[in-house]
């Protein structure tokens, strides 16, 4: 009886709900573990399973062999999502990595050539990505009606007939030598060894930028009380110091 009524008197232990977060490997691995001891705090045990193709955690995502992902930007998403026919849904922030213009031969954007040759991602929204970023620099005019993925064909006006060379993201960095300017994503300039500091000569801003990655989950989860707690673990303090020494300055958190 003693027994009893000294268990009675116990608060019972809660065991940690379980979370799978699908995210990239690179610096992002050196990023999550910060996340988790935080959401551990609140109650989640966060699995970590990484992944080195972006087509692959949104599948896993929507067959529901994760809970969550955190890798891709909302244009991204978007355009999975109707390719898909996922119903995958943002739930929060994380950080913007501004695409940038490099250049191994120019300092400036005033510096570069007519027919400068620009060499750009080839895929529907990095490419869209470079050339408004393009746009924005004055080099091209793109068509109104082009929307964040615009490709070459939406080009209306080339006053300095630059020549856009589509390549595939993880060889565009590795050929920035051979062309005039390249824009680069920035994960893929610091893969390929690209010296972002001293080559960068143009990049995004952060201000409004619809690239920021995000965290997601399926949409039937979307208000499920454990979304707001590992939303909550990532936008800390700690995280922010975790990003700036895994990348180097090169991303930005985008969260107040």
């Known amino acids: ?21 699908g995210i990239m490997a690179g610096e992002d691995e050196d990023v999550w573990p910060v996340v988790a001891a935080n959401a551990a705090r609140d109650g989640l045990e966060l699995k970590l399973v990484t992944f080195s193709d972006y087509n692959a955690p949104n599948e896993a995502l929507a ?5 969550a ?5 909302t244009p991204f998403l978007d355009a999975q999502n109707k390719a898909k026919g996922y119903g995958i849904v943002s739930v929060g922030h994380t950080y ?10 120019w300092k400036s954007v005033a510096d570069l050539p007519d027919k400068a040759v620009i060499g750009v991602p080839n895929d529907p929204t990095n490419e869209g990505r470079a050339l408004l970023l393009l746009q ?3 080099l091209i005019k793109l068509a ?6 615009p490709t070459a064909l939406d080009i209306t006006e080339n006053p300095h007939n630059i020549s856009i060379r589509e390549l595939d993201a993880g060889v565009v960095g590795r050929a920035l030598t051979d062309l005039d300017g390249a824009v680069i994503n920035t994960d893929w300039a610091k893969k390929v060894g690209v010296d972002i500091e001293k080559t960068r000569i143009a990049q995004e801003t ?8 995000i965290i997601a989950v399926n949409a039937a989860d979307k208000s499920a009380p454990w979304v707001a707690k590992l939303v909550h673990a990532y936008q800390q303090p700690n995280v922010r110091q975790a990003l ?8 930005l958190p985008s969260w107040p």
């Open 96 to 105: 913007v990595a501004p695409i940038g213009l490099y250049s191994t031969r």
């Open 1 to 21: 009886m003693a027994f009893a009524c000294a268990l009675a008197g116990q608060t019972a232990y809660a065991a940690p709900q379980v979370l799978r977060v």
């Open 63 to 67: 067959e529901h062999e994760l809970d």
């Open 136 to 138: 924005k620099l004055g």
């Open 69 to 73: 992902n955190a890798f891709q930007h």
């Open 206 to 213: 952060a201000d409004n930028n619809p690239y920021i990655c």
């Open 144 to 149: 109104a009606d082009a929307g964040n993925t």
């Open 244 to 251: 700036d020494k895994a990348f180097h300055g090169a991303v």
